[in-house]
């Protein structure tokens, strides 16, 4: 962290949008204890960290945009289980609450790169997408760096605490997705292919 500095912070946050296994709950604490020891300020890790997460974010919005309702419809017509009825639910749900979905969902682990795409899709307004998602970054950034400039060389506290949290967001989203195979296997008619 030291070598890389803040903008190698922002950068490794920006790469930690675009493949969710990079861990920004082990990136942004460090960020903060190299701070305390004098590597970078604390300041310049709380503003590249966050034009990191909001870059990355940005992208997957493009991705979003790219890959469009038609190309998204096309896609779930061929997934098993999937129905196209399904995407255009999530829509709709997205419409009504993408402001709250953008802004609370970069505090979720997975969903923090995730919202980005349906944002993209549904080509929420760029400006209003950039702004929630700055203050939503700069919101869950700032926890995680002061608490490891705040705990210096038990910087690592944090991360076995964000642990059992994000353990705990996995083991809902995993019980979901079976419930939701289980649901579609299950119910009469699963046999029939409905678009």
Do not use: C
């Not at 979905?101 to 790169?113: C, E, Y």
């Amino acid at each position: 962290m030291e070598a890389l500095g803040a903008p190698g912070a922002g950068a490794a946050i920006a790469l930690e949008n675009l493949f969710p296994p990079l861990p920004s709950e082990v990136i942004l604490p460090l960020a903060g204890f190299t701070a305390s020891q004098g590597g970078m300020s604390l300041a310049a890790a709380l503003v590249w960290t966050t034009i990191g997460a909001v870059v990355g974010a940005w992208l997957l919005y493009g991705l979003g945009a790219l890959l469009g309702r038609e190309r998204l419809h096309a896609i779930a017509g061929r997934l098993p289980l999937v129905k196209v009825s399904d995407i255009e639910k999530t829509e709709r749900w997205f419409e009504r609450h993408g402001a709250k979905a953008v802004f609370f969902g970069r505090m979720i682990p997975v969903f923090r790169s995730l919202i980005s795409v349906p944002a993209g899709v549904t080509r929420m307004s760029q400006p209003m997408f950039l702004l929630l998602t700055t203050l939503g970054s700069a919101l869950w950034n700032a926890i995680f760096v002061i608490a490891g400039y705040r705990l210096g060389e038990n910087w690592e506290r944090v991360t076995d605490l964000v642990g059992v949290y994000s353990k705990g967001i996995l083991a809902v989203v995993a019980l979901a997705v079976v419930a939701f195979v289980v649901y579609r296997v299950m119910r009469p008619g699963a046999g029939k292919r409905r678009v």
